[in-house]
């Protein structure tokens, strides 16, 4: 039971961070309109051809996605076993709000509901495990890191140090890396046909 509150609690935490920096990267895009949307170049006409008129293949971008997605996911796992795992582990969380309403804000006022749309094609249908297999990701950080470092903690129903405990751990990790394999796979194979037939409105 208090293992289920905690982890509930934890998800709580996140979705917090997280709103929190989605809502900081709306209010700085419409704080900057001119940085953001007249002088800037992100998401602008050039670099919305420039994707339209790119069809890139699945063999060619698999490997660059997954070195990016699975550096990310060893180096929140290596962090989670410091002492300063928890304020970076929620730091990041905070800075994918950041990026993500950054993104959401200028596609919206730069396209409106054609906007809405490029971003949903842009994050479909890899989202579907990406998000999960993150989620799941900070959930073990933050256990993992709690487990090591806080006296008496009930995160877990394992001896702290041992082996049954890394053997567990290690088999989450294991479990969490596989689906954002396949999240890469289909980011690299099914994404990109997806995402060049919303561009034809654009």
């Given at each position: 039971?208090?293992?289920?509150q905690?982890?509930m609690r934890?998800?709580?935490h996140?979705?917090?961070?997280?709103?929190i920096?989605?809502?900081?990267?709306?209010?700085i895009?419409?704080?900057?309109?001119?940085?953001?949307?007249?002088?800037?170049n992100?998401?602008g006409t050039?670099?919305?051809?420039?994707?339209k008129?790119s069809?890139?293949?699945?063999a060619?971008?698999?490997g660059?996605i997954?070195?990016?997605r699975l550096?990310?996911?060893?180096?929140?796992g290596?962090i989670?076993?410091?002492?300063i795992?928890?304020p970076?582990?929620?730091?990041?969380i905070?800075y994918?709000?950041?990026?993500?309403g950054c993104?959401l804000s200028?596609a919206?006022?730069?396209?409106?509901?054609?906007?809405?749309l490029?971003m949903?094609?842009?994050l479909?249908?890899?989202?579907l495990l990406l998000?999960?297999?993150?989620a799941?990701?900070f959930l073990?950080?933050?256990?993992?890191?709690?487990t090591?470092?806080v006296s008496r903690t009930n995160l877990?129903?394992?001896?702290r140090?041992?082996?049954?405990?890394?053997?567990?751990?290690?088999?989450?990790?294991?479990?969490?890396?596989?689906?954002?394999?396949m999240?890469?796979?289909l980011?690299?194979?099914?994404?990109?046909n997806?995402l060049?037939?919303?561009?034809k409105?654009?």
């Amino acid at each position: 039971m208090l293992r289920r509150q905690s982890f509930m609690r934890n998800g709580y935490h996140m979705a917090y961070l997280f709103l929190i920096g989605l809502f900081i990267g709306i209010l700085i895009v419409h704080l900057g309109h001119e940085a953001w949307i007249q002088n800037g170049n992100l998401l602008g006409t050039d670099m919305m051809n420039r994707l339209k008129n790119s069809r890139p293949q699945g063999a060619g971008m698999v490997g660059y996605i997954l070195r990016q997605r699975l550096s990310v996911v060893c180096m929140l796992g290596l962090i989670s076993t410091t002492m300063i795992g928890v304020p970076i582990l929620c730091a990041y969380i905070c800075y994918m709000g950041l990026a993500a309403g950054c993104l959401l804000s200028v596609a919206v006022t730069r396209y409106g509901i054609r906007g809405l749309l490029f971003m949903a094609a842009a994050l479909f249908p890899q989202a579907l495990l990406l998000i999960p297999a993150y989620a799941g990701l900070f959930l073990w950080a933050l256990g993992l890191n709690r487990t090591l470092y806080v006296s008496r903690t009930n995160l877990s129903g394992y001896e702290r140090f041992s082996s049954r405990f890394y053997m567990v751990k290690c088999a989450q990790m294991l479990g969490i890396m596989t689906v954002v394999i396949m999240g890469c796979l289909l980011e690299s194979y099914v994404n990109p046909n997806i995402l060049h037939f919303v561009l034809k409105i654009f």
